[in-house]
């Protein structure tokens, strides 16, 4: 009775550690992303650590999803016009990218490592979707994902006006960095 009591132990045990390595859903809400826009008369930076991120290597896909308001400037009165004079966040809550893994690399979830990805897919800002081409990295470490990225984003692109008056203070392109780490779905 003791070696069928082990043998049914140690099969779930194995059934258990297997399900958990062929995680391929991973979920974050603290996610980390930064703009930068460096203009002739001032810099401007504000960070995010608020967004919400799902990554399924199964389909290759990954969304992002970050609350506005949660950007954080170093001068509350940039904070304030960036809400209300410019996307306008109480109309336009939340910036959305949805994307597609495209350079043909598969990610293997158990396998650590760092991974070379494209990613192809849409942002939506301000209401306006335009599409986003990217190359990024990611880094499997045990049970965690960690997803890296830098692209650029053209105000105008996304309906965003600057007015003639601040035109020196605030660029035409806005770096965007995102550093997101991951835990699995089910975990």
Known sequence: MKDVIKIIIICITWLLSHSL???????TQTGYTKFFSSAPLEDIEAHNNQVQSVIDFTKQEVVVSMDMQAFEFDKSLMQEHFNENY???????KAIF??????????????NGEYAVAVEGTMTIHGVTQPVTTEGTIIVNGPSINAKTKFIVKVADHDIDIPKIVFHNIAEEVEVTVDIKYSPLNS
Do not use: H
């Open 87 to 93: 996307v306008e966040s109480e109309k336009y809550p």
């Open 21 to 27: 390595l062929a995680q391929d859903k991973f979920i």
């Open 98 to 111: 949805k994307g597609t893994f495209t350079n043909g690399s598969t990610i293997d979830p158990t396998k």
